[in-house]
């Protein structure tokens, strides 16, 4: 799986869009971009993915770049619940068996008052 | 909805214990996963059982060993482990969809192991 690069943490205030970048500038044309968050001491939470058009749910946005080599993560309007550890993965499009999930070290985001 | 169980939340035990972790879901998953993390570290791959069946072992000791009885649940046994085996050991599924790059992993809460 191709590497991604992140900054080791950022701040927002609360209320303010919370713009997470990522690069992945050695991504191949079946890798997609997977976000999860950690919040202290819990499971992983699944975000948003992408492969190479914009998505959003109710969660985030997700805004990948047109020759793919980086993504951001929006999280539109942050609150405190929203400081976390956040990791940009880059994955095969395979089935769950074949297709690892490898964690980076992410970008911990925190939100304040 | 997309719910990971496992128990218990913590576990403290002997290096001469033989303990289990235990990790179920009922969303119809037939892939599930076993993580651990080191404090500050991001979770590590450590098994995935697809089909009920191993399919990917990350070289870990054998002092764990994985189980899947059945589709909706995974134990990971543990023997004779080291106090540097304490960490936070994660559970999580996927639907093992055979349709391409839509296999989303839904984590549990994870374990907080302590090894004495």
């Known amino acids: 799986d191709a590497k991604t690069t992140q900054p080791p943490s950022m701040d927002c205030a609360e209320g303010r869009a919370a713009n997470l970048p990522c690069n992945h500038s050695t991504i191949s044309g079946n890798e997609y971009v997977y976000w999860y968050r950690q919040i202290h001491s819990q499971g992983p939470q699944y975000i948003i993915h992408?492969?190479?058009n914009n998505e959003t749910n109710e969660m985030a946005s997700l805004i990948i770049t047109e020759d793919r080599k980086s993504s951001t993560l929006i999280l539109p309007h942050a609150t405190l619940r929203d400081t976390a550890v956040y990791y940009c993965?880059?994955?095969?499009?395979?089935?769950?068996?074949?297709?690892?999930?490898?964690f980076g070290k992410g970008i911990t985001l925190s939100v304040r008052p | 909805d997309t719910e990971v169980t496992q128990t218990p939340k913590h576990l403290v035990m002997g290096m001469t214990n033989k303990k289990s972790l235990k990790c179920e879901q009922h969303?119809?998953?037939?892939?599930m996963y076993w993580y651990k993390q080191k404090a500050k570290k991001p979770p590590e791959l450590m098994f995935v059982?697809?089909?009920?069946?191993?399919?990917i072992n990350e070289s870990v000791p054998s002092r764990f060993s994985p189980e899947c009885p059945n589709s909706s649940l995974l134990n990971l046994h543990l023997h004779a482990l080291q106090p540097e085996d304490s960490a936070l050991y994660l559970c999580?599924?996927?639907?093992?969809?055979?349709?391409?790059?839509?296999?989303?992993?839904?984590f549990g809460p994870g374990t907080r192991l302590t090894v004495l």
């Open positions: 992408g492969l190479k």
């Open positions: 993965i880059v994955r095969a499009g395979l089935t769950g068996a074949n297709s690892k999930l490898t």
């Open positions: 969303m119809g998953h037939r892939a």
């Open positions: 059982y697809s089909y009920e069946k191993l399919s």
């Open positions: 999580a599924s996927s639907q093992e969809a055979r349709r391409f790059g839509t296999d989303t992993q839904y």
